[in-house]
C-alpha cells in the first residue's frame, strides 16, 4: 500500500485527500465514488507522498481495510 494526495474539484471547491491505496487509478476512484455528476467532480492530479504531517492537509483518510 501507498499514500496519495489526490486534488480534485467538487462542488465548486477545490480539495485535496490523502489516500491509501495499491496504486494511482485506485486512489483516484476511492475519492471519486463519493461524487456523481451533479457535484461537478473534476479530477486535478495525483501524487505519491510520505505520511508526514506536512502532507496531511485534510481531515479524512480513506482507507481499505
Known amino acids: 500500500m501507498k499514500v496519495f494526495r489526490v486534488i480534485y474539484f467538487a462542488k465548486g471547491f477545490q480539495r485535496v485527500s490523502i489516500v491509501v491505496a495499491k496504486n494511482e487509478e485506485q486512489a483516484e476512484k ?3 465514488k463519493d461524487f ?3 457535484d461537478h467532480y473534476e479530477f486535478n492530479r495525483i501524487q505519491e507522498c510520505e505520511l508526514t504531517t506536512e502532507n496531511i492537509i485534510h481531515t479524512e483518510v480513506i482507507e481499505i481495510v
Do not use: C, L, Y
Open 36 to 38: 456523481d455528476r451533479k
Open 30 to 32: 476511492m475519492v471519486s
